[in-house]
């Protein structure tokens, strides 16, 4: 696991996180243990319900549509707020995340007896952007 934290500076909460993830069906898993520590250690504690469905949504779907790793960022940003990135190996980008610009919007509902296709969804409703 690689763990990066710039120095504290007065004036805005900055630091960053990085968690590279092997091809693994224990990573989502991982990767919230890692996010419930890591908003603990800042005091950002409120955030984990939101981060973690966002954060186990984005590395399930890394984990289930690619056969590579996959890496978690997390980073501080200004007002108590935190960004969640998940990058992995598929060049596709899945949608409503391949529209430009603004804001996605899921534009498919999912059907009820669907066994998935709720995930990014969940992250489009529950993210700010």
Not at 54 to 71: C, I, K, Q
Not at 90 to 112: L, Q, S, T
Request: charged share 20%.
């Amino acid at each position: 696991m690689v763990t990066v934290s710039p120095p504290k500076s007065e004036a805005s909460p900055s630091w960053a996180y990085v968690l590279q993830l092997p091809h693994d069906r224990c990573a989502p898993r991982i990767a919230r243990v890692t996010l419930r520590a890591v908003l603990a250690g800042h005091g950002l504690t409120g955030l984990t319900d939101t981060a973690e469905l966002v954060t186990s949504e984005l590395v399930t779907n890394a984990y289930r549509h690619t056969t590579g790793p996959a890496t978690l960022r997390l980073r501080a940003l200004a007002g108590a707020r935190l960004r969640v990135s998940v990058w992995d190996a598929n060049p596709h980008i899945p949608p409503p995340f391949d529209k430009r610009p603004g804001p996605p919007h899921p534009v498919h509902p999912v059907h009820a007896e669907a066994d998935g296709g709720r995930g990014l969804f969940l992250v489009c409703h529950y993210a700010d952007a």
